[in-house]
């Protein structure tokens, strides 16, 4: 199998054709992957399928037919509306299909004249980056299809292709990958260990005695509604609150402390299961929320670069991401676009600095870590 793709990758093979023509290939190809990945960024955090139903305005459902969903021209062509209701089409759908086009053109023209077969894996390796992005920046998570879903695909494609990692044999290529899945998911995992010991807890200052209300969904502060899924991440964690008064349907409490998990609530020494309180209004000065450094999405995002890059491009990827995620959080920070305990996806910068590794990090790398 593996003497199989080194033909059809075969550089002398490919050379046949002029190189620009395969560039082209490569551009309108990656456009159409682009169209794909649209729905699956639209789709997937909402746990929709990405096949069924077709392609279809989100407004009226339209059926887009095929002559009305070419990547790029179709937007252009249309001004970014729906042929059939005339409602918006956000500008994200050009991006993403634009963006990837140039994405497989990058590794087309920086790879394949001395390895096609790289241009194509990198290809595949950045449309889950671009995919992982795009959902990270607006919902805060990134799916397993992309992460569990990539680390298998990094693993299988080295037993097919071991020169991924510059094995020279299938087995070498596989464990290649292991190694590269374990020490990337595994940095990051210490790292949010690490950080969940040390910035584990956020102390929250609230103006003179405030009313806090806690419903079925979400944690209501006076100028902010928290969802209760970007609060508690495991079992453990809790939020305190030294309560002045705690009022429910039934009964009230006055001077306790109030513990709130996902799976018990503690008023003073009373226990209650939080599943039968479908609301609560406490007045404090003050409320302590758990807080995470990172996510366990961010985990297996990782183990799926290192399934790709191996666990040099892993290390990289989390020193970079480091930097590059400090310099833009500053930034927004002085341009007051965020405050400093607000949180951010993370995932952007870990494919960033994917991205960077695979057009040339590696060699940067090799320089420092000979």
Request: proline fraction near 6%; charge should be neutral; hydrophobic fraction near 50%.
């Amino acid at each position: 199998m593996s003497l199989m793709f080194d033909n059809i990758f075969n550089p002398h093979n490919w050379e046949v054709v002029p190189f620009h023509f395969w560039s082209l290939v490569f551009f309108a190809f990656g456009c159409i992957v682009g169209s794909f990945l649209n729905v699956c960024i639209y789709r997937m955090p909402l746990e929709l399928s990405v096949i069924s139903p077709p392609s279809h305005c989100p407004h009226c459902k339209y059926a887009i037919p095929f002559y009305l969903n070419i990547p790029l021209v179709t937007w252009l062509a249309l001004r970014g509306r729906c042929k059939n209701c005339g409602a918006p089409i956000s500008p994200r759908y050009f991006a993403v299909e634009l963006l990837t086009g140039l994405a497989f053109l990058a590794c087309w023209l920086t790879h394949g004249h001395h390895a096609p077969w790289l241009a194509a894996v990198y290809s595949l390796f950045l449309a889950g980056l671009i995919v992982a992005t795009f959902i990270d920046f607006e919902h805060f998570i990134i799916p397993d299809e992309i992460t569990l879903g990539g680390a298998g695909a990094g693993f299988v494609i080295s037993f097919f292709l071991p020169q991924l990692h510059g094995a020279g044999s299938v087995g070498e290529g596989m464990v290649r990958s292991l190694i590269g899945i374990a020490v990337g998911a595994g940095i990051v995992y210490a790292v949010l260990r690490l950080g969940k010991l040390l910035f584990g807890r956020q102390k929250m200052k609230l103006s003179g005695e405030t009313k806090i209300v806690f419903t079925e969904a979400a944690l209501c502060l006076p100028e902010m509604e928290i969802p209760y899924e970007e609060i508690f991440y495991r079992k453990s964690d809790t939020i305190v609150v030294q309560a002045r008064t705690v009022e429910l349907i039934d009964r009230g409490y006055r001077d306790v402390k109030v513990r709130l998990s996902p799976s018990r609530l503690k008023i003073g020494d009373e226990e209650i299961n939080p599943e039968t309180v479908p609301h609560m209004d406490v007045v404090c000065s003050e409320i302590v929320l758990p807080r995470e450094a990172m996510g366990l999405g961010d985990v297996k995002f990782m183990a799926a670069i290192g399934a790709f890059i191996g666990w040099q491009g892993a290390v990289f990827s989390l020193m970079a991401s480091s930097l590059i995620g400090s310099v833009v959080g500053v930034v927004l920070i002085l341009l007051r676009k965020r405050e400093w305990s607000s949180r951010m996806p993370y995932g952007p910068y870990i494919a960033l600095a994917a991205v960077i590794w695979i057009f040339g990090g590696n060699k940067l790398f090799a320089l420092l870590f000979p």
